[in-house]
T-cell receptor
């Protein structure tokens, strides 16, 4: 069966510090991968998605970036965090065969102080 | 701007009652629709997907889709306290999510 991991689970960072969040998927090949952010009391905002290694599409212009160095690894980064970057960051995957059905990882709760 | 709107809630129902959650979407070309459940502090988990007009049943859950009205709903029969969560409606393709409806089932 497929499993998706995210780490760290929680993170507290000062404004202006860098960020690196990691997501890995097990039990499948060539997954589509997604990064979402959920601000407190709000819906899910799609940040990035990837259909293959090195292929990243950005949905929202901001100070975040994403990379996919390996087939089942997706990384979310920032060089300098803003207060507005606080939120619940969720990684999701979908298969090529059922690209519309997304499954979420456990999430990383980021607080920027 | 593609949008997904859900009844804002919060919604409270007594244990054993039917909970009805509603969602409308703006993109008439949308073909796939999903309901997720999200417990407080946790990530969303998929409950049901629906692609065709009509009803789709899975246990105590029934999803209903009306593409002409651009409307999708989720009925939860025999509601249990463990159903208390936020329910997210999502439209496939570019995957737009509603902001969610908070449901509380009162014992």
């Amino acid at each position: 069966s497929q499993t998706i991991h995210q780490w760290p689970a929680t993170l507290v960072q000062p404004v202006g510090s860098p960020l690196s969040l990691e997501c890995t998927v097990e039990g499948t090949s060539n997954p589509n991968l997604y990064w979402y952010r959920q601000a407190a009391g709000r819906g899910l905002q799609l940040l990035f998605y990837s259909v293959g290694i090195g292929q990243i599409s950005s949905e929202v212009p901001q100070n975040l970036s994403a990379s996919r160095p390996q087939d089942r690894q997706f990384i979310l980064s920032s060089k300098k965090l803003l207060l507005s970057d606080s939120g619940f960051y969720l990684c999701a995957w979908s298969s090529l065969a059922y690209a519309d059905t997304q499954y979420f990882g456990p999430g990383t709760r980021l607080t920027v102080l | 701007q593609k949008e997904v709107e859900q009844n804002s809630g919060p919604l409270s129902v007594p244990e054993g009652a039917i909970a009805s959650l509603n969602c409308t979407y703006s993109d008439r070309g949308s073909q796939s629709f999903f309901w997720y459940r999200q417990y407080s502090g946790k990530s969303p988990e998929l409950i049901m997907s629906i692609y065709s007009n009509g009803d789709k049943e899975d246990g105590r859950f029934t999803a209903q889709l009306n593409k002409a009205s651009q409307y999708v709903s989720l009925l939860i029969r025999d509601s249990q306290p463990s159903d208390s969560a936020t329910y997210l409606c999502a439209v496939g393709g570019q995957f737009y999510f509603g902001t969610g409806t908070s449901l509380t089932v009162i014992p």
